[in-house]
């Protein structure tokens, strides 16, 4: 086992437990029905600025999904390389 597949290795856990997290704290609105028929009294400005804990919370979860695939279809194309040439 290569230093690139045990950092890769550590990295992927890490961005997964990161997501994990970042889901449990995502804040969900179940006002019911009502939003799915008639739509909700928030206004989409006030729910999602930029400085709401929501917001920095899904931005978050973005850039930490993304940075996990990235990792993995990286680790995967280079395992793949190092298989070939050896």
Same mark, same amino acid.
């Given at each position: 086992?290569?230093? !690139? %597949?045990?950092?890769? #290795?550590?990295? &992927?856990?890490?961005? /997964?437990?990161?997501? !994990? &997290?970042?889901? &449990?704290?995502? +804040? @969900?609105? %179940? /006002?019911?029905? *009502? /939003?799915? $028929?008639?739509? /909700?009294? +928030?206004?989409?400005? #006030? =729910? *999602?600025? #930029? %400085?709401? =804990?929501?917001?920095?919370? %899904?931005?978050?979860?973005?850039?930490? @999904? $993304?940075?996990?695939? !990235?990792?993995?279809?990286?680790? *995967?194309? !280079?395992?793949?390389?190092?298989?070939? &040439?050896?």
């Amino acid at each position: 086992m290569t230093a !690139v %597949n045990i950092i890769s #290795g550590i990295v &992927l856990v890490i961005a /997964s437990v990161a997501i !994990v &997290l970042a889901v &449990l704290f995502t +804040d @969900t609105h %179940n /006002s019911g029905l *009502n /939003s799915a $028929i008639g739509g /909700s009294q +928030d206004s989409f400005f #006030g =729910r *999602n600025g #930029g %400085n709401t =804990r929501e917001a920095k919370i %899904n931005k978050a979860t973005t850039v930490i @999904t $993304i940075v996990f695939f !990235v990792v993995a279809v990286v680790v *995967n194309i !280079v395992t793949k390389i190092v298989a070939n &040439l050896g």
